[in-house]
């Protein structure tokens, strides 16, 4: 089992829960709050059924290398949370749950993604020197992106 880590986010949003958690449950969405950097696209043909063990299937490309991503829901309990979990890619764990609660008005996200690499020694440095950066920039690009979308304040830096 490689070393895992993990990142935690919360966010505040002004839409409320049925409307946020509705742009969550279509993964083609994924792709306006992803890094255009990473060149993201959702293969897997519309609509996609969102259940307990739908695979969605990505291509992406990470610091100039394509790749595939294929991830599975492995809990879905609308509209408070799921969680995907990769199946393939680059990651030797990578499990993303996506919490939403109705809160002060609006809706409140929380994103809790437990993460792994493989390759031992390698795979711990390449996380200190460059994909622990790499997921925050990502996620602070989501929260940033989500904001527009939603309303909120913004990102504390």
Do not use: C
């Not at 935690?8 to 449950?25: A, G, M, N, T, Y």
């Not at 199946?87 to 109705?102: K, M, T, V």
């Amino acid at each position: 089992m490689p070393v895992t880590y993990e990142l935690i986010r919360d966010q505040w949003v002004e839409k409320p829960l049925p409307e946020v958690f509705e742009f969550f449950s279509d993964a083609h969405n994924l792709e306006q709050i992803t890094p255009s950097w990473l060149r993201f696209e959702v293969l897997t043909a519309r609509p996609i059924e969102m259940k307990r063990g739908a695979h969605i299937d990505y291509r992406l490309k990470l610091h100039g290398f394509p790749m595939r991503w294929l991830s599975q829901i492995t809990q879905w309990e609308p509209p408070m949370m799921f969680e995907d979990v990769q199946l393939q890619g680059p990651y030797a764990l990578w499990r993303h749950s996506h919490w939403f609660e109705s809160y002060n008005g609006g809706t409140k996200l929380i994103d809790h993604v437990e993460y792994g690499l493989p390759l031992g020694v390698l795979g711990r440095f390449a996380h200190a020197v460059l994909v622990k950066r790499n997921v925050r920039q990502i996620f602070d690009y989501r929260y940033d992106k989500i904001r527009k979308l939603f309303g909120g304040p913004p990102r504390k830096t």
